[in-house]
């Protein structure tokens, strides 16, 4: 089991930028993926970014792709999730997960899937 905590999150307007930080501790992973999702009120939780442990390859949500960067220091046991351009549609819970399980070619999607889970951070964007 591996803890996962986040922070860097906040209220900005529209065009702004956040980056937000998933410190683990615990053991950690070197396979499987590590990962951000959101959730908005009364919404679903969604995949925003992967990135595979092994080999490094990273996923984007389309609705994301060009604004947001997800990157890993493996020396800090630190996850990242660099948030530009941000529209008010990001607005959500923010969470930090990590699986020790992979597919071909890259991560699961579904949140399910996903066995380690941080307790989340707020993003508000306003217009």
């Known amino acids: 089991q591996v803890q996962l905590v986040e922070s860097g999150g906040g209220s900005v307007q529209a065009g702004g930028s956040l980056r937000l930080s998933c410190a683990a501790s615990?053991?950690?992973?070197?396979?499987?993926?590590m990962g951000w999702f959101r959730q908005a009120p009364g919404e679903g939780r969604e995949v925003v970014a992967t990135?595979?442990?092994?080999?490094?390859?990273?996923y984007l949500v389309d609705s994301v792709k060009g604004r947001f960067t997800i990157s890993r220091d493996n020396a800090n046991n630190t996850l990242y999730l660099q948030m530009n351009s941000l529209k008010p549609e990001d607005t959500a819970m923010y969470y930090c997960a990590a699986t020790a399980l992979s597919v071909t070619g890259g991560c699961y999607l579904a949140p399910g899937v996903w066995s380690d889970w941080g307790q989340g951070t707020q993003v508000t964007v306003s217009s």
């Open positions: 990135i595979y442990v092994n080999r490094g390859n990273r």
């Open positions: 615990g053991y950690t992973y070197n396979r499987g993926c």
